[in-house]
């Protein structure tokens, strides 16, 4: 019988240049245990560098953290990819960082990009533009994701900027999407009512968190049998007893 899962399936790492220096996956893990949260999903932006980490932490902690990239289309759209592992994250960063605008990370313009290891010791600085847009539409990301067996959600589709709906108008019918992310700006409420012509769609909400006392701001609740990627996917499609439920 399905039980009640906490999960907040887009935070960030101090690998995304806007996120705050201590998000590191130590402390994201630490933080997450101490909300009872039980699935996360690491989302920086156009790269999946800290994810492993994190993984690897989290499954100590009891939680599972699903392998995820927040990717911008060509039209300025964030989309949240999320993997159900991490050889799949790991191909579709590949092709995120071949279709990559040219040119080094400005650190002082834009932030640091800081890989770091489980004890927070700092391996490295990604000098890739992750800040930026790729060449890809929207649709050609959307395709990617699912090429890799992922799940594709508009991100924050209630924001002006990054939104689908707010550099589109709307979102396309043939938008193979999997589900809207709704963020904490909103109350469910009134997403309800100003998307209510997206009611048919799976909804979620996340934190979108970039430092750490935003973790866990909003969460999602999903009743499965289980805590793992592949019943994420059933949850989303109501199947037998499983589903998404929104504070």
Not at 52 to 69: C, Q, S, Y
Not at 81 to 95: F, N, S, T, V, Y
Not at 139 to 166: N, P, Q, Y
Not at 219 to 244: P, W, Y
Request: proline share 3%.
């Amino acid at each position: 019988m399905p039980v009640e899962f906490r999960a907040d399936l887009h935070i960030h790492t101090c690998l995304s240049p806007c996120s705050d220096l201590y998000m590191t996956p130590y402390r994201i893990v630490e933080k997450a245990a101490s909300l009872g949260l039980n699935i996360i999903a690491i989302c920086d932006h156009n790269s999946v560098e800290n994810v492993d980490v994190t993984r690897k932490l989290a499954k100590e902690k009891g939680i599972n953290a699903i392998p995820g990239i927040e990717i911008t289309t060509a039209e300025e759209i964030h989309i949240v990819g999320l993997l159900a592992d991490i050889d799949g994250a790991l191909r579709l960063q590949d092709i995120i960082y071949e279709n990559l605008q040219p040119g080094e990370n400005d650190e002082e313009a834009f932030g640091y990009q800081v890989i770091v290891n489980e004890i927070d010791e700092v391996l490295g600085f990604n000098k890739r533009l992750l800040i930026g847009a790729t060449r890809l539409s929207v649709t050609k990301i959307v395709d990617m994701i699912h090429s890799f067996g992922g799940i594709a959600i508009a991100a924050h589709i209630d924001r002006e900027g990054f939104g689908i709906i707010g550099q589109l108008g709307f979102i396309p019918s043939d938008l193979r999407l999997d589900a809207l992310e709704i963020s904490s700006r909103i109350s469910i409420e009134t997403a309800r009512k100003k998307f209510k012509e997206y009611s048919h769609m799976p909804w979620i909400t996340s934190s979108d968190a970039h430092n750490l006392s935003d973790i866990g701001r909003v969460s999602t609740g999903l009743f499965m049998n289980h805590s793992s990627f592949d019943e994420f996917c059933l949850a989303l499609q109501g199947i037998d007893g499983r589903k998404v439920m929104l504070d």
